[in-house]
């Protein structure tokens, strides 16, 4: 099993839809969580952390269940500039050097 | 403007041949990473450095190697004995190894083997 799955995707979804990704791991110590957006042939860009409490950024929000070991992103009213692939990333312990990337759920927002 | 840059943006290697990935930040970031990225797959860490004149070997680190003479700068070498060196090369940094919660990544070198 990998250490962070997410949803195969792809996801086709029409302008204004709301879309939700799924991402767990497995290694039930790692302390910080976080979605990095990754546009096609770009570098991965952090979207944002991921706090127990659960945040929102506008239309982004993110929530965390440790007990389940389950993370997810929700897009509310999505744009065209929303498509991107979407990565989880773990961090197993608070260094920079054990970030575990998931593998990448790509979106596609249709007009 | 502060960042990451790196150089060449595509790289094209004959088999057997060494080839040097650059990688620069201005952030004033203690450490740095390399990641490698194929289809389909997450990033993988290839080496990282938390401090100039130190680097240690991530994930993936066979036929690879570094150095870091400058906290600047942390170059990559892909040697003739990495075995599949077709990838994605991503180079990111964070403003310390211990404690961090965000890297930076550079705008990648995708290197090809004719």
């Known amino acids: 099993r990998k250490e962070v799955e997410q949803d195969p995707g792809p996801f086709n979804v029409p302008e204004g839809a709301t879309v939700a990704f799924n991402c767990t791991y497995s290694?039930?110590?790692?302390?910080?969580f976080f979605w990095y957006r990754q546009d096609c042939r770009k570098e991965p860009k952090l979207l944002m952390s991921?706090?127990?409490s659960g945040n929102e950024d506008g239309r982004f929000t993110a929530q965390l269940n440790r007990a389940s070991q389950y993370i997810s992103l929700l897009i509310r009213d999505s744009k065209l500039s929303d498509s991107a692939t979407y990565l989880c990333?773990?961090?197993?312990?608070?260094?920079?050097?054990?970030?575990?990337f998931g593998p990448g759920t790509r979106l596609s927002v249709l007009p | 403007d502060g960042g990451i840059t790196q150089s060449p943006k595509y790289l094209f290697r004959k088999e057997g041949q060494n080839v040097t990935l650059s990688c620069e930040q201005n952030?004033?970031?203690?450490?740095m990473y390399w990641y490698r990225q194929d289809p389909g797959q997450g990033l993988r860490l290839i080496y990282y450095?938390?401090?100039?004149?130190?680097?240690q070997k991530g994930d993936i680190a066979e036929g690879y190697s570094v150095s870091r003479e400058k906290k600047e700068s942390f170059p990559l070498t892909v040697t003739s004995a990495q075995k599949n060196p077709t990838a994605f090369y991503l180079c990111?940094?964070?403003?310390?190894?211990?404690?961090?919660?965000?890297?930076?990544f550079g705008p990648g070198t995708r290197l090809t083997v004719l």
């Open positions: 952030l004033n970031h203690d450490a």
């Open positions: 990111a940094s964070s403003i310390e190894a211990g404690f961090t919660d965000t890297q930076y």
């Open positions: 990333v773990v961090n197993r312990d608070n260094y920079g050097q054990n970030f575990v």
């Open positions: 290694n039930s110590a790692s302390q910080s």
């Open positions: 991921v706090y127990s």
């Open positions: 450095s938390q401090i100039v004149n130190d680097f």
